[in-house]
């Protein structure tokens, strides 16, 4: 959420999730949802051919997403069980491919050394040359959209593959230090901590944090995405409503509410 403070005593948030308004509202503060930029910007059917095509993968290939963070720590913490959960579900996917975005190129020089580190089995792509694993410069939206299955931690990345319509297993930890404080002062309010499983208010994707963040929780978990179909097909319709929902002009409707503030006497 975003605030516009105009003079002394005017404040309005202006919300980018529905049920933000009512929690502000309860202490008084003036809230207004105006939808997310993000499903504005992303087409309700995302060109899944096309993605392939412009990051030159197949289209008939096995595909997963990895997406461990933007944020050194993340990648360090998180990518390495990400790459060993990859690495047992290539036994059961023939043919997998995995795709790495790097939000920079700082980012990119941290994934390589993982990767080169924990290297996964050869599988042929595109160009006919014997890999099973690409870093990409950027791109995390073309590789989600070009996937079959995201694996991900948690943040706006998984709003991002939700918007997408990929399937997806949220895996995430932080440091050992910051859950013991989470835990100690009961922080942790919500019954998921990621935004589809928030929005809908019921798990429609698995999440997996901290102690329950292991390579053999996270392959059943996203083997189930690639060989359930039935599953898959169930989970387009409401990750379909969640972005209808969250489609509202987001930009042209923020800057309506901070001209209404602007023109209201006082």
């Known amino acids: 959420s975003r605030a516009a403070k105009i003079g002394a005593s005017a404040d309005r948030v202006l919300c980018l999730f529905p049920m933000e308004p009512p929690i502000y509202a309860r202490h008084g503060v003036d809230?207004?949802?105006?939808?997310?930029?993000?499903?504005?910007?992303?087409?309700?059917?995302?060109?899944?051919?096309?993605?392939?095509?412009?990051?030159?993968?197949?289209?008939?290939?096995?595909?997963?997403?990895?997406l461990p963070g933007s944020r050194l720590g993340e990648i360090q913490r998180m990518l390495p069980t990400f790459l060993e959960a990859a690495r047992l579900l290539h036994a059961d996917v023939p043919g997998l491919r995995v795709l790495v975005p790097a939000a920079n190129a700082q980012c990119r020089?941290?994934?390589?050394?993982?990767?080169?580190?924990?290297?996964?089995?050869?599988?042929?792509?595109?160009?006919?040359?014997?890999?099973?694993?690409?870093?990409?410069?950027?791109?995390?939206?073309?590789?989600?959209?070009?996937?079959?299955?995201?694996?991900?931690?948690?943040?706006?990345?998984?709003?991002e593959a939700m918007l997408?319509?990929?399937?997806?297993?949220?895996?995430?930890?932080?440091?050992?230090?910051?859950?013991?404080?989470?835990?100690?002062?009961?922080?942790?309010?919500?019954?998921?901590?990621?935004?589809?499983?928030?929005?809908?208010?019921?798990?429609?994707?698995?999440?997996?944090l901290q102690g329950d963040c292991t390579p053999a929780n996270l392959h059943p978990a996203l083997l189930r995405w690639f060989c359930d179909g039935d599953a898959v097909a169930a989970l387009?319709?409401?990750?379909?409503?969640?972005?209808?929902?969250?489609?509202?002009?987001?930009s042209a409707r923020a800057a309506d509410a901070v001209a209404g503030l602007l023109a209201t006497p006082g």
């Open 109 to 159: 020089e941290a994934i390589e050394a993982i990767v080169k580190a924990n290297p996964l089995p050869a599988s042929p792509c595109k160009q006919g040359e014997e890999t099973s694993i690409r870093v990409l410069d950027g791109q995390a939206q073309a590789a989600m959209i070009a996937s079959d299955v995201v694996l991900l931690a948690s943040g706006t990345a998984a709003l």
């Open 236 to 250: 387009q319709p409401r990750f379909l409503a969640i972005h209808e929902s969250l489609r509202r002009d987001a």
């Open 164 to 208: 997408c319509k990929r399937p997806m297993v949220i895996g995430h930890r932080i440091s050992g230090l910051t859950y013991a404080i989470v835990k100690a002062f009961g922080l942790l309010k919500s019954a998921h901590v990621s935004l589809p499983n928030v929005l809908a208010g019921e798990t429609l994707v698995p999440e997996l």
């Open 31 to 66: 809230a207004i949802f105006i939808g997310h930029p993000l499903a504005d910007a992303i087409p309700l059917q995302p060109d899944r051919d096309g993605a392939r095509a412009a990051l030159g993968e197949s289209q008939d290939g096995p595909i997963l997403a990895l």
